[in-house]
């Protein structure tokens, strides 16, 4: 007892005491070089080229040197050489800075973005450095800009500093280029070319025309669809035939030009690509020439948002959100199925966190538990990878039928039944799901639902899944019949099922006897028409009578006054001090507090995303500001817990769910930068999943002094 006996060492950690348990909020590492991160900060487009080169293993030559070149744009400053040299024994590092200059440095400043009509200057610092001086020769030309006199030259001594203000006025949209020339006194000739984007970023607006073709008719499709928008801003598509019905290019379009990037509207926008990859070619969307990689891209992107357990976030990486697993897991599936590179750890994962969430399903009906959509998704998925337990679905479709509670829920579990053979089965689900269709009205309350959904989009996913589950219990004609006659803009979620059941169809005859532009058609009958098109296209109807659908989107020449259906919203600034001011005359340098404050006409539940597009002479500063407590803001009542915000070069963007009547303030501050007038933008906002309901704010205009 007595004895000696070696210690034991304990460690005892009470780290955890300082953390509340019941808060269940995730930790947060706050230090680090890349801290700056979360203020999801989106870089503008430089104006000059970046000097940023690799060259990958360089060999050492005989005599002990690897020489690497390099070709530099217009640079002036020190540039930093680094190289890593490493043999079977050892490792060595060297950096040294390298100071490029020409003899006489011109700096020049624009404007990030400027919009059509927008005045500004640019800003010329031209300092002698080496070399002779005397008289200099400049030259300063413009490609879709309009610039203000420039002098032909001017005189600079030594170590001296000339300084030009060149008034520069924004017109057609596209990327502008301005090339400023300088010519020193012995003759060198100095070139600085600089690009900037002239863009509009008002609301765009989508207009639908569909069009009965005879027989014998002729169509001409030409400049006339834009007329009312803004010159450049425009976009048309037109759909002959089958694809015309349920309007594939128009549908393929906006989700092409969709603004926003949660996990379910990155997922929407990839997924329609998986079986309409000829369609897209021909609308050149972009990635279209190698529709592999875009795919490729788009899965990488969404997995960045899947958490360890295999689940996803709606914008980053998180967990419970049991529908949004099976969806994207749905989509990663057909990727794979169709040939698409998707990592096999990352599928599995996926498919290993729905049979998780699966098994632990509690017991359900149409108002509790969610009524089983995401449970009936999820199955679905499995069913087709074959990872669903067949008694589950068997059990589900005898017993619990009835109970879940939309018709794309039981349409779900028909066609996971289809895909192990039930078909008897399957057809039972399919006709729940018809009658349950056949029951509801279309959607009027603004109620949240888990699945992102509307009664449009479960009926285009049920005749999309009745399709290809081979179910003939349905009238297809009927349900194509009433997603046809939809109207307005859709959400991603309408579009990608509308799109998914289009594909489903796509196969039906009514393209035959069109010729276009004097021939006849081959391949899909789509056309895209660009603003700047200067050349029509003519289709003639030869067969029998057709369908034509023509979308164009575009920004209206003449802003949309304030209003809104659902929402109104409305714009402010102050000072840091919490002042309210004008934007007639704003100092550059000037920060200001930007208020919106968003009022709901009733009582509602959405995912809303509030934009508000900046003129081009401010910029957003210190977006950690938003929820930094400073005194000015917390005295404006602003809402700080929000899903997600993005502080773009042009444009202030934060995503937050609501499930109230009440009014609500957000703020960002922001910095006047470039002096001139520039074209302010209406801001917005809109239910993500019901973009019928939106508002707006008027446009206007920013002018800031020096």
Known sequence: YFGQRRLGVGIRDIYGRLIDGLNGAMGEVRSGGDAGAQARLEAPPPTEELVAYFTGPVKVGADGYARATFDLPSFNGTVKVMAVAWSKTGVGQASADVLVRDPVVVTASLPRFMSPGDESRLLLEIVHATGPSGRMGLDVVADGLTLGAVPSGFDLGDQAKAVFEVPVTAGAVGLQTVEVTLTTPDGKLLKKTLTIPVQVN????????????????????????????????????????????????????????????????????????????????????????????RIDEAVVEILANQSSTGGFGLWGPAEGDFWLDAYVTDFLSRAKAQGYAVPELALRNALSNLRNQVNYAPDFSDDVNGGGEALAYALMVLAREGAAAIGDLRYYADVKGAEFRTPLAQAQLGAALASYGDQIRADAMFAKAGAKLNTLAPDTAQIWRVDYG?????????????????????????????????????????????????????????????????????????????????????????????????????????????????????????????????????????????????????????????????????????????????????????????????????????????????????????????????????????DMYRPDLTGRTDAGTVTISE
Not at 506 to 529: C, F, M, T, Y
């Open 202 to 293: 008002d609301p765009e607006v989508a207009r639908v025309t569909r069009l009965d073709l005879a027989s014998g008719q002729t169509l001409t499709f030409d400049q006339a669809v834009f007329t009312g928008l803004v010159e450049g801003s425009g976009k048309a598509t037109m759909a002959i035939g089958p694809l015309a019905r349920l309007n594939a290019p128009g549908l393929l379009a906006s989700l092409d030009r969709y603004p926003y990037g949660c996990t379910e509207q990155m997922t929407s926008r990839a997924l329609p690509l998986l079986y309409f990859d000829e369609v897209a070619r021909v609308m050149d969307l972009e990635g279209a020439d190698n529709l592999q990689q």
């Open 454 to 686: 509307t009664t449009y989009r479960d009926a285009a996913a049920l005749l999309t899944l009745a399709v290809e589950a081979g179910s003939t219990v349905l009238d297809r004609e009927a349900l194509t019949d009433r997603i046809a006659v939809q109207g307005g803009t859709l959400s991603t979620q309408e579009a990608t099922w509308a799109l998914m059941a289009a594909s489903a169809l796509i196969d039906r005859p009514g393209g035959e006897g069109i010729s276009i532009d004097g021939k006849p058609a081959e391949g899909p009958l789509v056309r895209v028409l660009d603003a700047g098109a200067v050349t029509p296209v003519v289709v003639k109807n030869d067969g029998a009578d057709t369908t034509v659908t023509i979308t164009t989107y575009g920004v209206p020449s003449a802003p949309e006054p304030a209003g809104g259906n659902g929402y109104a919203i409305t714009r402010s600034y102050h000072t840091m001090t919490g002042e309210p001011v004008t934007l007639d005359a704003v100092a550059a340098g000037t920060r200001l507090v930007v208020v919106l404050e968003v009022t709901p006409f009733g009582y509602g539940e959405a995912r809303l995303m509030v934009s508000d597009p900046l003129p081009a002479g401010f910029e957003i500063d210190n977006p950690n500001l938003m929820s930094s407590g400073s005194e000015a803001l917390s005295e404006l009542g602003l809402e700080t817990e929000v899903a997600h915000s993005e502080f773009r070069q042009d444009r202030f963007l934060t995503a937050i769910d609501r499930y109230s009547n009440e009014t609500f303030r957000l703020a960002y501050v922001v910095r006047a930068i470039s002096p001139g007038t520039f074209h302010q933008p209406a801001a917005s906002v809109e």
